[in-house]
Each structure stands twice: as C-alpha cells, then as structure tokens.
C-alpha cells in the first residue's frame, strides 16, 4: 500500500487526536491565539449584521486571524474530499445500523445521512427541524456558553480552565439526552 | 484602559500589535494553512461525521472520546511545557493565557450547544469541513448556526450568566 492508500484509509484516534491537541500550541506559537472555533460565528455577525447590539460591538477586524482558519478548514475539507477521500464507506456500529434502518436512514456513505441531510428535506418538518433548529441550538448555545468543543473542551481544559470543564460535562450531558431520547421521536415521526 | 473581561475580543489588548499598522494579508495566511490542517484532519478522523457523533452518544464506539481524550491530554502537555520553558510566538513575544470566568452559560448554553450536536452531528468546526466536502445544505446549518449566535447577542441581557 502506497501512502497516499495509507494516508486515505480513516486515521485512528490515537493519531487523530494527538493532532488535534497540537493545534492549541500551533495556534498560540504563530500569534497567541487562543484555538477555538464558535467565536467565528460572532466575527461573522459582528461584520455582516451588528444591528447597534453590544454584543457584536467591537473591532471584529482584529479576530481576522479566526475567520481565516475557519475559511482553512472549509479548504481543508476540499482538499481531503478532492484527494484523500476514503473509497470505503464509514463503518457504522451494527446496533446503529439497525436503528438508523428504523427511521429509513440506510445509506452511510457520506458524512451525514443524506436521508435527512438533502435540499429538498428542507422542505419537510423533519428535515427542517434537524437542519435548522439544529444548526440554531449549535449557534445559539455555543455563545451562551462561550465556547465549543474547541475552545472549552480542547483549548479549555488544556489550560486547566474548569468552566470548561463544566462546559464540557453540559455538552455531552445535552447530547446523550437528546441523541438518546429526543432524536428517536423526531427521526422515527 | 478597561479591564478587557471578554476573552474573545482579547487580541484588543494583549495583541502587541500597534492597531495602525495594517497586516499585509501574507499575516493571516498562516492562519488559513492552520485552518488547512485542522480541516483534513476533522475529516479524515471522521470527526466530522453524524454516524460517529451519534455512536459517541450511544457509548458504542470508543473513537470519539479517545480524539477528544487524547487531544485534551497532548494539549495539556503541550500548554505546560510552553509555560516551563517560557516559549515566545514567532514573532518573539511572551504566550500569554486569560482565564476564563465562569457563567451559568457554560451550564444551560452548554446544554443548548449539546442539544444541536446531537441532532446535526456537529460543532462549529465540522460544519465548515462538512460544507468544503460538498455537503452543500450544511450552509443552511451554518446559516442557521449565525442566526443563533445573533439571536443570543440580541436577547443576552434577560439570559442568566
């Protein structure tokens, strides 16, 4: 197998993650920034939509830095697609296969089931609601919370910050319920 | 000067940068290679895939909690040893680290921001990733995402911090 086959094949978590970790003591040696990633869509709001709210009062221009990486991990994610693609597709837990299967999601070929995921599933209660209304909590409650997995998980709890401990634990707290119990009921009606 | 308490628009005071001088857009190149970097491996560690979110949330894979163990655990290290050692940015000045205050939005928005995980597959990250792969209706989610931030910029003073 040469490397680029390698290269293709998922990368595991013990190389993955590592990785990931390096990005914190990346990103404060090229300019002491803080890595995190939800504040972008603040950036964002403060450039595009102000609309005289404090909140997004403030010189956006100076986090130039952070719409620049999120701009990166958009080519990033080209550029794997383009030419490190994995030609197998993701290998699923079988117990989720068979729940997936309840609510007519069979094909695991993408990133996301593109059952739910589509164009046209907007158009439906369903689909709307896990584009939408999921996208808005992520926005939402990534500020209210002041940080995402990035920021308060990895860059957070590398700093030995324990908000973002207690970030962290509501995170995956707000996630097992719903994932568990909440998206059942949507996905299944 | 006020104290600067918010942490994101910290570059305000502690970026050394004199705020006269214009960065030419050579600066922010480095950012968009680490952004590069970032991206390909969100998406080759499938970190950025709804099925392994959803396995994470049902305990049936250990994947996911070894990416974000393992980062956590190499970024502490990495953290304490530019702090043993004093390591300056490239440009020759002190690494400085703000401390984050606590709010009870770490606590309700935590769970609002889990909420939105669970049911899109993603934080802010992968969704950016998920559009460059060309999962073009992630730009809705993304959309969606920013009118939530604005939202909770609107209504943030009747919130409970």
């Not at chain 1, 952070?66 to 550029?79: E, K, M, R, T």
């Not at chain 1, 299967?101 to 089931?113: K, M, S, V």
């Not at chain 2, 956590?72 to 703000?98: A, D, N, Q, R």
Request: proline content about 5%.
């Amino acid at each position: 197998m040469n490397s680029i086959d390698w290269l293709k094949q998922p990368w595991p978590w013990y190389i993955a993650g590592p990785l990931i970790g390096l990005m914190v003591p990346l990103l404060l040696i090229i300019g002491n920034k803080s890595f995190g990633i939800s504040s972008s869509l603040r950036h964002i709001c403060a450039a595009c939509i102000p609309a005289k709210i404090p909140f997004f009062t403030y010189d956006w221009r100076k986090e130039t830095w952070n719409l620049f990486f999120a701009a990166g991990i958009l080519l990033g994610g080209c550029i794997t697609a383009l030419f490190l693609a994995d030609p197998q597709p993701v290998q699923v837990n079988p117990k989720l296969v068979t729940e997936l299967a309840q609510y007519g999601i069979h094909d695991h070929t993408g990133l996301l089931p593109v059952e739910i995921f589509n164009w046209s599933a907007l158009f439906t209660l369903k689909g709307f609601f896990m584009t939408v209304a999921g996208g808005f909590l992520v926005g939402f409650g990534t500020r209210y919370a002041g940080g995402c997995t990035s920021g308060h998980s990895i860059m957070g709890l590398s700093t030995l910050q324990w908000p973002s401990l207690v970030a962290t634990m509501s995170f995956m707290a707000g996630g097992f319920l719903v994932a568990n119990f909440i998206l059942p009921l949507i996905l299944n009606g | 000067m006020d104290e600067n308490t918010d942490f994101e628009v910290r570059s305000l005071d502690v970026n050394h940068d004199n705020p006269v001088i214009k960065h030419r857009w050579t600066y922010h190149l480095k950012f968009l290679l680490a952004g590069l970097l970032f991206g390909i491996i969100l998406v080759k560690s499938e970190v950025v895939s709804w099925f392994r979110i959803q396995e994470m949330f049902r305990l049936q894979s250990f994947h996911m909690f070894g990416v974000i163990g393992s980062a956590v655990v190499t970024g502490m290290l990495s953290v304490w040893l530019i702090k043993k050692y004093k390591v300056k940015t490239l440009s020759g000045e002190p690494i400085v680290f703000i401390a984050k205050k606590f709010s009870k939005g770490n606590i309700y928005g935590g769970l609002l921001f889990g909420f939105g995980w669970a049911i899109t597959g993603a934080c802010p990250g992968p969704l950016f990733a998920q559009i460059g792969t060309g999962f073009t209706v992630v730009i809705i989610t993304l959309l969606s995402a920013i009118a939530g931030t604005w939202v909770y910029g609107k209504i943030r003073a009747s919130l409970p911090h």
